[in-house]
């Protein structure tokens, strides 16, 4: 995976002027990058947002899908629906989302299945917390993540993105070193490659407080294919700064 991939998670931020303001900040400044890169905008701001970057290298990316195509779902969103606002990519699994809303791995395996069904590249996130990490846990925990996505999607694994996100840096501004990034993407690498001959095609992301200061670092360890930015994706400057690290 040579050209990386940069990716901002807004997660429950934003507004209609404040993403104007964001959007117009980043377009300002994308003339030298050579990146892939894409928002993950909250659902209600998918139009606004996905009219602000006609035209733009940015692309369109949504933070949740449901794991139904449609019926008595109150409050969910499909594949289809987001896939009609020209959504590419869907985040599924966010710690936040097993954390707070008690996501298994089985429903997320689900999750990637519909936003595959549909043309969306599922961003599948993966970590551990800190007691596993201090528990030595920290490798099953992932591929045990993994592999429940592996087996419910096994057929079209190679169109999937991955993200590893320890729980403990996510949002703490306590970073993986690169070494342990690299640790970490080096054993999803080999779970991704024993599962299919195109492993080279899925991008491995790290996530957890990257920011303008280490992103470079990070996408330097061989097997970071990228990253999963969330704080540091709602300032133009600082988003900026990560694309011309990863371009
Ligand atoms: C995220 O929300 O996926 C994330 C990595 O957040 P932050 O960059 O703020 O740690």
Not at 147 to 168: D, K, L, M, R
Request: proline letters at 3%; aromatic letters at 4%.
């Amino acid at each position: 995976m040579s050209t990386k991939l940069i990716v901002g998670n807004w997660k429950l931020n934003g507004g209609l002027s404040a993403n104007q303001a964001l959007l117009d900040g980043l377009r300002d400044g994308l003339g030298a990058v050579r990146c892939r890169a894409a928002v993950c905008v909250p659902h209600p701001y998918l139009a606004q947002v996905q009219l602000l970057l006609a035209g733009s290298p940015i692309v369109l990316g949504a933070q949740d899908v449901s794991a139904h195509t449609a019926g008595a779902y109150t409050g969910e969103v499909s594949a289809s629906m987001l896939r009609d606002f020209g959504v590419r990519y869907c985040i599924v699994g966010h710690s936040e989302r097993r954390q707070y809303h008690g996501e298994s791995d089985e429903l997320v395996a689900l999750k990637a299945k519909q936003a595959l069904a549909h043309g969306i590249t599922p961003i599948v996130c993966v970590g551990e917390s800190l007691a596993q990490r201090e528990a030595g846990q920290t490798e099953a925990v992932v591929k045990r993540q993994l592999a429940a996505v592996i087996h419910e999607n096994g057929h079209c694994i190679s169109e999937i993105v991955v993200a590893y996100e320890p729980i403990w840096a996510v949002g703490t501004g306590i970073t993986a070193s690169p070494e342990q990034a690299q640790q970490v993407h080096a054993v999803l690498r080999a779970q991704i490659k024993a599962a299919t001959a195109h492993a080279e095609r899925v991008a491995i992301l790290y996530g957890g407080s990257m920011n303008a200061a280490n992103a470079s670092d990070l996408l330097a360890q061989p097997d970071v294919d990228g990253g999963l930015i969330g704080g540091a994706a709602l300032k133009a400057a600082d988003f900026l700064t990560i694309l011309r690290a990863a371009s």
